[in-house]
């Protein structure tokens, strides 16, 4: 299956400082990128639709401001936490939508995860 | 908006034992997605079903989606504690398939295996 890669995995800072993570597509060309965060002990919410070459669709009670999503190439998604708080600690999914074959199948892989620790 | 049911939220099953996990969507599915996490870690994909009464196995998991399309189960025969983890369904509602409008998931089933 295709990869999907996150970077850093895991990443500590201060209380209003700002964390960007990325997500790379590494061997297939993804123009849609989805944002997933995690809370303890509870399942995967998603967060965001990160398109490549335009605005990133949210979900609703996601601020769009403290999360910042840029899509700059076909094969990375980056979110930006910005000005990031102890409540903001969280294990953050990325996954990249792959489309191909002789059907145009579409399927969905996922990232390993970045666990943001804000102190 | 879609809402997924999943049950039990937690299981505890002697090693060697047959265990079943349920999923039960608010909405017809166009893609049930079942996967397997330890938490803090990314998830490691099982299966996928998308035809009503459609039913896929891989060594000792077994995944079945109902002819309606809004209920599907995941089936662990004989137990081993390599099955032990967080064990998440992700409907895809979308008609395009594939989570291409991304996924929603259940709570998740923390499945505890005893020697």
């Known amino acids: 299956g295709a990869v999907v890669s996150q970077h850093p995995s895991w990443v500590i800072c201060k209380s209003g400082t700002s964390v960007k993570i990325e997500c790379r597509s590494l061997?297939?060309?993804?123009?849609?990128m989805f944002w997933y965060r995690q809370f303890p002990k509870q399942s995967l919410m998603l967060m965001a639709t990160?398109?490549?070459?335009?605005?990133?669709?949210?979900e609703q009670g996601v601020e769009k401001d403290k999360f910042l999503i840029n899509h700059a190439s076909l094969t990375l998604s980056t979110l930006t936490v910005t000005s990031a708080h102890p409540e903001d600690s969280s294990f953050y999914i990325c996954?990249?939508?792959?489309?191909?074959?002789?059907?145009?199948?579409?399927?969905?892989?996922f990232g390993p995860g970045t666990r943001l620790t804000v102190l | 908006s879609q809402e997924l049911e999943q049950s039990p939220q937690s299981l505890i099953v002697q090693e060697g034992k047959n265990l079943t996990i349920n999923c039960t969507s608010s909405?017809?599915?166009?893609?049930l997605y079942w996967y397997k996490q330890k938490y803090g870690e990314g998830l490691i994909f099982l299966m996928m079903?998308?035809?009503?009464?459609e039913e896929k196995s891989h060594e000792k998991i077994t995944a079945k989606l109902d002819e309606k399309k809004q209920q599907s189960s995941l089936h662990i025969t004989a137990s081993q504690p390599s099955h032990a983890g967080i064990y998440l369904c992700?409907?895809?509602?979308?008609?395009?398939?594939?989570?291409?409008?991304?996924?929603?998931f259940g709570k998740g089933t923390h499945l505890i295996i005893q020697p």
């Open positions: 996954s990249a939508l792959w489309t191909g074959g002789f059907v145009e199948q579409v399927e969905q892989f």
């Open positions: 061997d297939f060309q993804a123009t849609t």
């Open positions: 990160s398109n490549e070459g335009s605005k990133a669709t949210y």
């Open positions: 909405k017809t599915l166009y893609g």
């Open positions: 079903l998308q035809k009503g009464g």
């Open positions: 992700g409907a895809d509602t979308g008609r395009a398939g594939g989570g291409a409008d991304g996924l929603t």
